[in-house]
């Protein structure tokens, strides 16, 4: 064969591999809304970046007339490109293959560079679409998809971990996912569950529609499972993108720091206005936040879930910062499981991955009542206990208004190793509210007076004029500092700064043993 041909041969495989299971395939996949999985990644990915590997692998399974239908590259396409300039490695499930399903060779070229990421330390993009298991090789498929999820462990905490669900995603394939740090799903053509709404039929007798079962809003609002939810997939795309700018490539690195035009000492006057001054009057903590970072932009996780606590990523002067904050506007900013859950995650994270974190405190307390409690309130709130308190991170707290009980110091108290903890006129810092406080403490004069309404006002009053602020706790040094709320922006920079060197260890262990 002539050089020429061969270079022919070798543009016509490239050619055929690029279209997966043929053009008949990619058309349904088009009319059902989605894109293909090279589309995909042209999508998620700079322009041009793309560099594909294992384009011409093949399947091995030679039952069931298998070895008729070999498709140049298997059921997904693998490779690195950049986001932003930085280099990712990305694995893309081809439904028109097989419905994109898990060979022993899909399951190798995952893995291939699952490995490449490790050895390189870069983020990695699972875009999943697939029907699970390749039925037709049975075990192969299982031990692939345990190698893939045993990937997943070993890369945690190590490079950032991302995926995309835009298609099916069913049955123990759920699980790579679940152990990747975000999940990103597009409403309607989506789904994640273990077992599909005919199996939960004949189970439980439950009558369910797999949207119902395990769509985007499902999984937004009602599980948790997800963080991030999509109208179309080129949102999804870009919403992948914009995580990117916030995340170091791994963990022995910093996130890059970005030029910002908004001035480290704005002052924002408003701020001072924003708490009101009925303590029991809800505000939304996303103004807060707003007003704070840089440019007002602030890249929220989980929104639609455990509400209560908002969490996500915005800048300070550039610098990537991770935000918990109580959200007084839901349930009166109360900790539960889920915000719980929500929040250990979310700091765990940012201390994995050299991110700090910023929290704005508002809380009356921990969700009371039966349902918290067996559902492992206290196990739970641990959790937020020990996220913060193993965290490493350089860690700020705000007190805007309450702060009480143990929930005050679940929220990076400086008992917690929080670096700095700055409060508001306006905090009120306490073992509990003044209402509950008065009618324990002065119980016996409330009963025995002629008018116990009057006896209790005054007296949840002299509580509150004695603790329902933040001096107390300033003059233990419990607070670093009590600051005006317009400056609060210009205090975190400067704070930040000052901890840029901050080292601090946890003694030698092999793990240690959240309460999970
Ligand atoms: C082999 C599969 C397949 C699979 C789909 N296909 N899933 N081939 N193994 N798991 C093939 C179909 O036969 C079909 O081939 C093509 O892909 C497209 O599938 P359709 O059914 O036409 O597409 P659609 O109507 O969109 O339905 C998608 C689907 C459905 C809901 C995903 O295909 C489905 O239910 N598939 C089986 C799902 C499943 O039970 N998987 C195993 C789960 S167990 P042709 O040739 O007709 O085009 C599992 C265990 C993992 O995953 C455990 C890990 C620890």
New binding site residues.
């Given amino acids: 064969m002539s050089r020429e041909r061969k270079i022919l041969e070798l543009k016509e495989k490239i050619e055929k591999s690029k279209l997966g ?1 043929g053009q008949a ?1 990619i058309d349904k996949q088009h009319q ?1 809304g989605k894109l293909t999985a090279r589309e995909r990644i042209y999508t998620l990915l700079d322009e041009n970046s793309f560099e594909e590997l294992d384009a011409f692998k093949l399947h091995g399974c030679n039952d069931f007339g298998m070895e008729k239908s070999k498709v140049l590259g298997d059921g997904v396409v693998t490779g690195y490109g950049s986001i932003h300039g930085r280099l990712v490695f990305v694995y893309s499930f081809d ?1 028109t ?6 060979s022993k060779t899909v399951a190798e070229k995952i893995i291939k560079v699952q490995e490449m990421a490790m050895k390189t330390g870069s983020p990695i993009i699972g875009i999943n679409d ?8 049975g075990v192969d ?2 031990a692939g ?2 190698d893939i ?1 045993t990937q997943n462990i070993l890369a945690s905490g190590v490079i950032p971990q991302i995926s995309a669900i835009v ?2 995603c ?4 759920v ?1 790579s996912p679940a152990l990747t740090d975000y999940i990103f799903m597009v409403r309607k053509s989506a789904y994640m569950f273990l077992t ?1 709404p005919k199996i939960v039929k004949s189970v439980t007798h439950e009558d369910v529609t797999a949207e119902e079962l395990g769509g985007a809003d499902t999984h937004a609002t009602k599980s948790g499972v997800t963080h991030f939810t999509y109208d179309d997939e080129a949102e999804l795309f870009a919403g992948v993108r914009e995580l990117i700018k916030y995340l170091p490539q791994n963990n022995m690195e910093e996130a890059p720091i970005l030029s910002s035009q908004d001035p480290i000492n704005r002052i924002d006057e408003d701020l001072n206005y924003l708490v009101p001054e009925d303590t029991n009057k809800p505000y939304d903590m996303h103004e807060v936040i707003a007003k704070v970072v840089d440019d007002g932009v602030f890249f929220e996780v989980q929104k639609d879930y455990a509400k209560n606590l908002i969490v996500g990523f915005a800048r300070l002067n550039g610098k990537s910062i991770g935000v918990v904050a109580n959200q007084p506007k839901v349930m009166a900013g109360v900790l539960d499981s889920n915000s719980s859950n929500k929040g250990a995650r979310f700091v765990r994270f940012c201390d994995a991955f050299n991110i700090p974190v910023i929290t704005f405190e508002d809380v009356p307390g921990f969700m009371p009542g039966t349902a918290q409690e067996f559902s492992g309130i206290i196990k739970n709130g641990a959790k937020m206990l020990y996220a913060y308190g193993e965290a490493t991170v350089p860690k700020i707290t705000v007190i805007t208004r309450k702060g009480y009980g143990g929930a005050f110091c679940v929220m990076n108290s400086k008992n917690l190793r929080g670096d700095i903890v700055y409060a508001w006129p306006s905090a009120e810092i306490a073992v509990m509210g003044p209402k509950g406080a008065s009618e324990i403490i002065f119980s016996k004069e409330i009963t025995g007076a002629e008018n116990p309404a009057q006896v209790h006002t005054e007296k949840m009053e002299e509580y509150r004029d004695k603790f329902a602020n933040p001096y107390v706790a300033a003059a233990k040094g419990l607070v670093d500092e009590v600051i005006e709320p317009k400056v609060t922006r210009y205090k975190l920079i400067k704070a930040l700064e000052m901890l840029a060197n901050k080292r601090e260890d946890n003694p030698p262990k092999k793990h240690g043993n959240i309460p999970l």
Avoid: D, H, W
């Fill in positions: 299971g395939l059902k439904f293959v097989f419905g994109g399903s898990l697939s029907g699970g298991a390749r039925i037709q090789e498929s299982l998809y345990t999820f298609g099916p069913a049955g123990g394939a699980y599909g």
